[in-house]
């Protein structure tokens, strides 16, 4: 019994359709705010986390422990006059913070968070093909950063586009490639050894993990992992930022509230990362007891991953491009296609 | 037919260390050409030396090389003393010393911790700062300044090195010899940073004496120049150190200089505790008193070995008690006239590397 359903019966005496249509937009707000206080959170640990291992104290003043420092933050962003560049192509100067945004948003919908114990499960999206669904909308996002560094006419900006875009070339075909050996393990169920027919969607990969995938595939773990990195362009993969030698890369001329909604995307795909990292490969909400408590495997996880991630940010220095696309199709790809190799042996031999 | 771009570093810029400008000529991310503007910083500090007193001048080379000020006094005031006549006494001269090995320490933390910064790696900045405060602690005990320290003075230094002074700092330097390697292998023990730094900015051994290229850059393309040893001012010759050379010739090069530079200092302010007597820390000639009466006659050139590398005054006195000219030379302009050779064909993110491992400060640079 899932929430949707739950709330679907409350709403029945709407009618079948409009009920359905209620329960959908009722548990998508859910979702979102629970994804935007937990993002909150996210971020006060980033900063918290980020001073400890500089040696330093981080935001203690506004709230409790400083908890409150993020509202503080977000409402001086909104409260800043929005500096617009003079030679700016305006329609794509403005759309391109929410397309980033938006797209990081939609994502969180699709995830199928697992169950929790009285509000069963709590997954909004139920489709067969949201594994296909999510990427697609993932690739929506450079079109965002792109956009955004283009319009602005500034030479910084054009250069951290270029960079971007060179990057994101370079490692989004082996992260597809692991992604395509995850369909392959996944089409064929553990418990039957039968085909699964919900291969495609993050849901069914998750139910049929019983064993989770980055034990199967070590390799792809490590390809999906450094390529979700560099999705989220963080240390040592913020090569389209490059604070210190572009400035602030493709930002560079945004201020204000529109840079804060790149930087909700930059944390935002942090989260989003650890989630299908831990969906597709350790498990996702399956955990060592019964799934009444899937949603909270699903979490401890995410943090873990999210903390891993945050102590590869704050420990590396930056790549350089050149050394970075080299990576891309010269390690990454030879091992996502090894890997994917190895996942067709092991479909066909091994089970 | 390239395209070429044009990108400004500088004035203001994240990774600029100061303010200078550097005008790129790109082809993509390929750097064909260098425009270095300097002057944003200039003080006019060697005129204004000759419009004040002989004392009152040590402030105006504290802020030239504003993170390695002992060693800018200490050049100056033994040009000074050379032409006043005022010998410092011996105590004077190990203080100095074990000050001017400290603010090393510091200055080359601050360049470590940088170059990090540069490379996109922020918390060996933090650690770095977090010693070099330490550091500043200490002169603070000594001096009440903590970066303008302003703590040398004619014939002697402006206070007595008492026990807790000597104490902080033997105790400072056993606990900064194990910190010290964690920060070396913070940076040495990740692959990307070999990557970034290893063969670029190569200084050729001609090119650098062409040049005038000194310190750590000139070791780093393995000519073992020190002024220090070939030299020796204060009693550098009564302490034992190395100079390290590097035969890499970039960037890494310099940074490996630097660290193990750093455990020479370490080397070399332990001898000098050990060494150090008692006595008289100022030549009564210089007292407090007599301070805006001292009178120069005749010229004098000193040299030291600061952060850098070699810098220099030169002080002419005409019997007055102002002098009547000074001038600096300035390790950190050869250095910085030297990027436009050896960053052409560099990618942008190379040339951020290559300025900070030759450590400009601009307030030296300018003057």
């Known amino acids: 019994m899932n929430l949707l359903f739950k709330l679907h019966q409350w709403f029945s005496f709407l009618g079948n359709y409009a009920s359905y249509g209620i329960a959908y937009l009722i548990e998508t707000i859910v979702v979102l705010a629970f994804v935007a206080i937990s993002f909150i959170i996210l971020i006060y640990v980033f900063r918290k986390y980020m001073a400890r291992i500089q040696l330093r104290i981080g935001p203690n003043r506004v709230g409790k422990f400083g908890l409150l420092q993020l509202i503080a933050d977000a409402l001086k962003l909104m409260g800043k006059e929005s500096i617009l560049p003079k030679g700016r192509d305006d329609m794509a100067y403005k759309i391109a913070p929410i397309i980033t945004m938006m797209s990081i948003m939609v994502s969180f919908i699709i995830i199928p968070y697992g169950g929790l114990y009285y509000f069963g499960n709590l997954t909004t999206t139920h489709s067969d093909i949201t594994l296909i669904l999510i990427f697609g909308i993932l690739s929506i996002m450079p079109i965002g950063e792109v956009l955004g560094g283009i319009s602005t006419r500034s030479n910084y900006a054009i250069l951290g586009t270029l960079r971007g875009i060179a990057k994101d070339v370079s490692f989004e075909v082996p992260m597809l490639i692991s992604v395509l050996a995850i369909v392959m393990v996944s089409s064929r169920s553990f418990v039957t050894g039968g085909s699964t027919y919900n291969s495609l969607s993050l849901a069914g990969i998750v139910t049929n993990e019983i064993i989770p995938y980055g034990i199967i595939e070590p390799l792809g773990l490590i390809v999906f992992f450094i390529s979700m990195i560099a999705r989220a362009s963080y240390s040592p993969f913020d090569l389209s930022e490059s604070d210190s030698e572009l400035i602030s890369g493709s930002t560079t001329e945004y201020g204000g509230m529109r840079f804060g909604l790149f930087y909700i995307g930059l944390f935002g795909m942090v989260y989003l990362g650890s989630f299908l990292v831990s969906l597709l490969y350790l498990g996702g909400y399956n955990g060592p007891v019964s799934s009444y408590f899937g949603f909270i495997f699903l979490l401890i996880k995410v943090i873990i991953l999210v903390l891993i991630a945050f102590l590869i940010w704050l420990s590396l220095p930056r790549m350089r491009i050149d050394r970075f696309v080299q990576f891309g199709w010269k390690y990454l790809l030879p091992l996502a296609v090894i890997n994917l190799i190895y996942a067709g042996f092991f479909v066909l031999y091994i089970r | ?367």
């Open chain 2, 1 to 367: 037919m390239p395209h070429y771009t044009e990108l400004n570093i500088g004035p203001v810029h994240p990774s600029i260390h100061g303010i200078f400008n550097f005008k790129l000529i790109l082809n993509e991310e390929i750097i064909q050409d260098v425009k270095v503007t300097l002057g944003f910083l200039h003080r006019n500090a060697e005129k204004l030396s000759e419009l004040n007193l002989y004392a009152d001048n040590i402030i105006f080379f504290d802020r030239m090389n504003y993170i390695d000020a002992m060693n800018m006094e200490l050049c100056y005031l033994m040009s000074v003393e050379k032409i006043t006549g005022i010998e410092p006494p011996e105590r004077a001269q190990w203080i100095r010393m074990i000050m001017v090995e400290l603010n090393r320490l510091a200055a080359r933390l601050v360049g470590m911790g940088s170059l990090g910064l540069d490379l996109g790696m922020l918390t060996p900045f933090f650690h770095a700062f977090k010693e070099r405060e330490k550091i500043q602690r200490i002169f603070t005990e000594a001096s009440g300044g903590r970066q303008e320290v302003n703590y040398f003075s004619i014939g002697g230094v402006y206070q007595d090195f008492t026990e807790k002074i000597i104490n902080d700092i033997r105790n400072f330097i056993d606990q900064f010899k194990k910190n010290l390697e964690d920060m070396y292998n913070m940076f040495i023990h990740s692959e990307i940073f070999w990557q970034r730094n290893q063969g670029i900015g190569i200084i050729e051994p001609e090119l650098a004496f062409d040049y005038g290229v000194t310190g750590p850059a000139i070791r780093a393309s393995g000519i073992p120049y020190d002024v220090r040893k070939d030299a020796p001012y204060l009693f550098y010759d009564k302490v034992n150190f190395d100079i390290p050379i590097s035969h890499q010739k970039d960037n890494f090069g310099r940074f490996m200089i630097k660290v193990e530079e750093m455990r020479q200092s370490i080397r070399i302010i332990e001898q000098s505790l050990d060494k150090i007597n008692d006595g008289p820390f100022f030549n009564p000639q210089g007292k407090k008193s007599l301070m805006l009466r001292i009178k120069g006659n005749g010229e004098a050139f000193s040299r030291v070995e600061s952060d850098a590398g070699e810098f220099g005054v030169y002080v002419k006195g005409d019997n007055t008690t102002k002098p009547y000219r000074v001038h600096a030379r300035s390790p950190g302009l050869r250095n910085l006239s030297l990027l436009p050779v050896i960053s052409k064909g560099l990618m942008i993110a190379d040339f951020i590397a290559v300025v900070g491992g030759l450590d400009p400060v601009v307030g030296e640079v300018d003057r």
